[in-house]
T-cell receptor, first 115, second 111 residues
Framework: GAGVSQSPSNKVTEKGKDVELRCDPI?????LYWYRQRLGQGLEFLIY????????KSGLPSDRFSAERTGESVSTLTIQRTQQEDSAVYLC?????????????FGPGTRLTVL | GENVEQHPSTLSVQEGDSAVIKCTYS??????FPWYKQELGKRPQLIID?????GEKKDQRIAVTLNKTAKHFSLHITETQPEDSAVYFC??????????FGAGTILRVKS
């Protein structure tokens, strides 16, 4: 079946502008995660949604970052007043139940460049 | 919270040799440990994972071992091939269902 999809694949923006990144999880997956990966670095957890529970926002680096998810479908990650240090690949992942041993499947990522 | 350390940061091996990547974790409650392979410009792909109720798991040329007492787990790739060249990430699922990733290991297989 279809995997996790993300859009846009690339986004170039000017410093100070807002950007919105989209993630479509695998159908039926109740858990959704956002990660940030800076060039040559590891994956940094940002936020986690599980069903109708309150999201775990503990990884969001500042109040310029926010994310929403409608039910068990699409999620959007919004970065306000972008800064050059926000330049990175933003990866979304989804898993079936969100239990402690569920496999996460990653999308292709959105490469964000802030000029 | 959970902290995962991964070594080495880079690893070069000759084609046909074995490669071993090691990770340690801090949260004794963690019970799921996946390994992801990421090729340049691509998404991370799960290659193998292990639950805390087993000590070893194999899948063809890839194996993972887990030592819960010592809180470390390792990835073993045998008979390496050029297509194994990639960045490998270990991870541990700690509190709150979050995966905490290691910093990654760049594996280069020289032919």
């Amino acid at each position: 079946g279809a995997g996790v999809s993300q859009s846009p694949s690339n986004k170039v923006t000017e410093k100070g502008k807002d950007v919105e990144l989209r993630c479509d999880p695998i159908s039926g997956h109740t858990a959704l995660y956002w990660y940030r990966q800076r060039l040559g670095q590891g994956l940094e957890f940002l936020i986690y949604f599980q069903g109708n529970s309150a999201p775990d926002k503990s990884g969001l680096p500042s109040d310029r970052f926010s994310a929403e998810r409608t039910g068990e479908s699409v999620s959007t990650l919004t970065i306000q007043r972008t800064q050059q240090e926000d330049s990175a690949v933003y990866l979304c992942a989804s898993s079936l139940v969100g239990g402690r041993t569920d496999t996460q499947y990653f999308g292709p990522g959105t490469r964000l460049t802030v000029l | 919270g959970e902290n995962v350390e991964q070594h080495p940061s880079t690893l070069s091996v000759q084609e046909g040799d074995s490669a071993v990547i090691k990770c340690t974790y801090s949260d004794s409650a963690s019970n799921y440990f996946p390994w992801y392979k990421q090729e340049l410009g691509k998404r991370p792909q799960l290659i193998i994972d292990i639950r805390s109720n087993v000590g070893e798991k194999k899948d063809q040329r890839i194996a993972v071992t887990l030592n819960k007492t010592a809180k470390h787990f390792s990835l073993h790739i045998t008979e390496t091939q050029p297509e194994d060249s990639a960045v490998y990430f270990c991870a541990a699922r700690g509190y709150g269902n979050k995966l905490v990733f290691g910093a990654g290991t760049i594996l280069r297989v020289k032919s």
